[in-house]
């Protein structure tokens, strides 16, 4: 399976720190796709990176990509109390995209 | 505004009854997709659609069944052969079906009576 798995499961952190959120994968895919699920709500899209990227930013988030070891991983900097939120990573291969089981983060004031 | 809604938001199933999910959007895109996801996971793929009159099966696809009739439309119905429908469910749109990204809308909470 291409499916991705995060890591670690759930991350309590204090206002103001970085949160890094991992994800690994098993086949070669196309792009890797960050999604936040706000508790009982639709998913939001974050950032998408391809596979012949390394790095992307956006606004505080930073993700990248290492085909080689067939990972990703998001960094939150100066974390707010509204980041608290589950964030999934999730494959595209050549048909569908599939995700993770998630993150769950918890920002602490 | 452009965007996916679904209704209702919560909906309550008696054993043996069909159900079925609305999901809108008029955001023009092509694909459409239907997910399942139960507490504490990630999602599964149930159904989706690239275009209008064609749909495939995802990877969870027994028990459920859909249509794509028009391009802003892609109801999900939950059948009585679903044993355990109790989920959250969400409806995603893309642009196309490759390498897209895809709009999720706000979700449909199924409970079992």
């Known amino acids: 399976s291409q499916q991705g798995e995060e890591d670690p499961q ?6 103001g720190e970085n949160a890094t959120m991992n994800c690994s994968y098993k086949t070669s895919i196309n792009n890797l796709q960050w999604y936040r699920q706000n508790s009982g709500r639709g998913l939001v899209h974050l950032i998408l990176i391809r596979s012949n990227e390394r790095e992307k930013h956006s606004g505080r988030l930073r ?18 109390a509204a980041d608290t939120a589950s964030y999934f990573c999730a494959t595209q291969g050549a048909q ?14 | ?15 043996g009854q069909n159900v079925t999910l609305s999901c809108e959007q008029n ?32 990877d969870i696809a027994e028990g459920y069944s859909v249509s794509r009739e028009k391009k802003e439309s892609f109801p999900l119905t939950v059948t009585s052969a679903q044993k355990n429908p109790t989920a959250f469910y969400l409806c995603a ?21």
């Open chain 1, 10 to 15: 759930a991350l309590s952190i204090q206002e």
């Open chain 1, 96 to 109: 569908k995209l599939v995700f993770g089981q998630g993150t769950r983060l918890t920002i602490n004031p």
């Open chain 2, 27 to 58: 955001l023009n895109h092509d694909a459409m997709y239907w997910y399942r996801q139960d507490p504490g996971q990630g999602l599964r793929l149930i159904y989706y659609s690239q275009i209008v009159n064609d749909f495939q099966k995802g």
């Open chain 1, 63 to 80: 993700v990248t990509l290492d085909t080689s070891k067939k990972s990703s991983s998001l960094l939150i900097t100066a974390s707010r």
């Open chain 2, 1 to 15: 505004d452009g965007g996916i809604t679904q209704s209702p938001k919560y909906l309550f199933r008696k054993e």
């Open chain 2, 93 to 113: 749109s893309s642009r196309d079906g490759v390498q897209e990204t895809q709009y999720f809308g706000p979700g449909t909470r199924l409970l079992v009576l």
